[in-house]
C-alpha cells in the first residue's frame, strides 16, 4: 500500500520557466493538499482539491501558480515563470473522505524547487 | 500572522530525560491540534493529537497537554531516544492545517 508519492524529489529551474510539481495520492484517497516550506519557516498551506474541483486556494499566490487534481491521474502544481523567491520545498498530502476537523492527512516526500 | 508560534527554534536533550516542546496559539476558537515529526528530506508524519474538550492525551512515550486559558499546548517525550531527533511542528486542524515554525529536536546519546 503505498503512500503519497511525489516527483520529481529535486528539480531545478532557472528564473523564467515554468515549474510542475506532481503527486499521486494514496489509494483510494480523492483529497490533495498542497502545502509550501520556505527555509527556515514552517509549513503554509497552499491549496485543497478534490477530484476535479478546487475546494479552497486561500493559500495560492494570486498570479503563476495554479493546481489541478483531474479526474485521472496525478495532482499538478505548476508553476509559471519561476523567481528565486519560488525555491521551497513543496509537500503533498492526502486524504480519503471530505475535509474533516478530524481527518487526518498524509504527506508525501516533497519535491524541493531551486530557482537558479 | 502567525497563528500557531513554536518560540524554541531547537532544543538539545540527553538520552533517557524528558524532552518537553511547547506551542502558542492566538485563535481561542481552534479546537484540534497534532503534532508532526518530520525527518530531514520526508515529509511530515503524525504524531499525536488532542481536541479541545481535553486537556490531555496520552500514547506511549508521548502525551500532549493543552492549556485552553493560556492557549498554550506542549509535547511531552519520556524517555527520549536519539531515534527522536527530527523537526517538530504543532499545528491547528479547523479545515486545513496550520503550522507553526518547529523545533529542531536532538537527543544525545
Not at chain 1, 43 to 54: A, D, P, S
Not at chain 1, 89 to 109: D, I, L, R, V, W
Request: aromatic content about 12%; some cysteine.
Amino acid at each position: 500500500n503505498a503512500g503519497v508519492m511525489q516527483n520529481p524529489r529535486h528539480l531545478v529551474r532557472r528564473r523564467g520557466q515554468e515549474a510542475r510539481l506532481r503527486c499521486s495520492p494514496m489509494k483510494g484517497h480523492s483529497h490533495v493538499y498542497w502545502y509550501r516550506q520556505l527555509p527556515e519557516e514552517g509549513l503554509k498551506f497552499m491549496v485543497y482539491l478534490q477530484k476535479e474541483n478546487i475546494i479552497d486556494e486561500s493559500g495560492m499566490p494570486k498570479e503563476r501558480f495554479s493546481a489541478e487534481f483531474p479526474k485521472e491521474g496525478p495532482s499538478i502544481l505548476r508553476i509559471q515563470q519561476v523567481v528565486r523567491g519560488d525555491s521551497a520545498a513543496y509537500f503533498c498530502a492526502s486524504s480519503p473522505y471530505k475535509e474533516t476537523t478530524y481527518n487526518e492527512q498524509f504527506f508525501g516526500p516533497g519535491t524541493r524547487l531551486t530557482v537558479l | 500572522d502567525q497563528q500557531v508560534k513554536q518560540n524554541s527554534p531547537s532544543l538539545s536533550v540527553q538520552e533517557g530525560r524528558i524532552s518537553i516542546l511547547n506551542c502558542d496559539y492566538t485563535n481561542s476558537m481552534f479546537d484540534y491540534f497534532l503534532w508532526y515529526k518530520k525527518y530531514p528530506a520526508e515529509g511530515p508524519t503524525f504524531l499525536i493529537s488532542i481536541s479541545s474538550i481535553k486537556d490531555k492525551n496520552e500514547d506511549g512515550r508521548f502525551t500532549v497537554f493543552l492549556n485552553k486559558s493560556a492557549k498554550h499546548l506542549s509535547l511531552h517525550i519520556v524517555p527520549s531516544q536519539p531515534g527522536d531527533s527530527a523537526v517538530y511542528f504543532c499545528a491547528e486542524k479547523g479545515g486545513k492545517l496550520t503550522f507553526g515554525q518547529g523545533t529542531i529536536l536532538t537527543v544525545h546519546p
